[in-house]
């Protein structure tokens, strides 16, 4: 399917149609070899909510953005390397439906399709773009993975103390490790996670003492402490848009995929 579509004008100017919607917010993607495998409306997993995200598949990469007119504007550009890139089904709940996580070392999420006949088709589409990928290069799979951030109005309490009431005071924190949601004084301290940051990001109490007794336990460097300051990272920039979505996807057109049947023209 890729090989076909490498070289092809129709491929060109995809890859310059997807340029041209995100505009001077976003980076060139149009590198030799890289191929528009599909794109498509899914529904991202936010801190505070769900959100629509317009996705792209290439045959090394993964991009989304923020939709502000749709097919034809988006923002804030997100670009995920496939080299890095797990992908878990999640099973059907009664609020949310056909999703699985995208992890990476730095970053994972969920997303939702609007149909379990979608959600099997992006996970194909990406799975085998991973697997060829990996196959080329002769890499082998990221092992270590981000945790997936739990939803900020799944925790009306701390998540480590289990007393901690949330209020516009006192806010919500994320452990960087396991993705809890934990108050100011259980989130007090920072370890260095190299694959999220080069700072010290904020940690729970329980992560900071496994990853502490790890760590002295292979006589690494000790770990940094922190204080209640606010940590690095902290805020979802995605959350900072006017969006109202909620729960499912709405009907949006269906997820294109561009293969070998497709006259190149």
């Given amino acids: 399917m890729v090989d076909k579509l490498v070289n092809s004008e129709a491929n060109a100017r995809r890859i310059t149609m997807v340029e041209s919607c995100f505009g001077s917010s976003g980076q060139p993607l149009a590198v030799p070899g890289r191929v528009l495998v599909g794109e498509g409306v899914l529904t991202k997993m936010c801190r505070k909510k769900p959100k629509t995200r317009q996705f792209f598949l290439f045959n090394d990469i993964l991009v989304y953005g923020n939709i502000i007119i ?19 089904s999640l099973e059907d709940d009664s609020q949310y439906k056909n999703g699985w996580l995208i992890c990476t070392a730095s970053k994972s999420f969920a997303v939702y399709a609007a149909t379990a006949i979608e959600k099997g088709e992006w996970m194909a589409h990406i799975n085998k773009c991973i697997d060829d990928l990996l196959r080329k290069s002769g890499k082998k799979a990221v092992s270590v993975h981000a945790a997936v951030w739990v939803p900020d109005g ?3 309490v701390c998540m480590h103390c289990k007393k901690s009431q949330f209020t516009i005071i006192n806010r919500r924190h994320h452990c960087r490790k396991c993705g809890a949601v934990v108050c100011g004084p259980c989130s007090n301290k920072r370890f260095l996670l190299p694959n999220q940051s080069s700072k010290p990001l904020r940690v729970c109490l329980h ?27 902290e805020d979802d920039s995605e959350d900072d848009d006017d969006e109202k979505t909620k729960g499912q996807p709405e009907a949006h057109d269906l997820p294109k995929f561009y293969g070998d049947a497709e006259k190149l023209e």
Avoid at 74 to 84: G, T
Avoid at 211 to 230: E, F, I, Q, V, Y
């Fill in 70 to 88: 749709n097919k034809k504007k988006y923002n804030k550009q997100h670009i995920i390397p496939l080299e890095e890139v797990k992908l878990e």
């Fill in 207 to 233: 992560c900071y003492d496994v990853l502490t007794t790890t760590k002295n336990h292979n006589s690494t460097d000790s770990a940094l402490r922190g204080t209640n300051a606010d940590s690095s990272g």
């Fill in 154 to 156: 799944e925790a009306s």
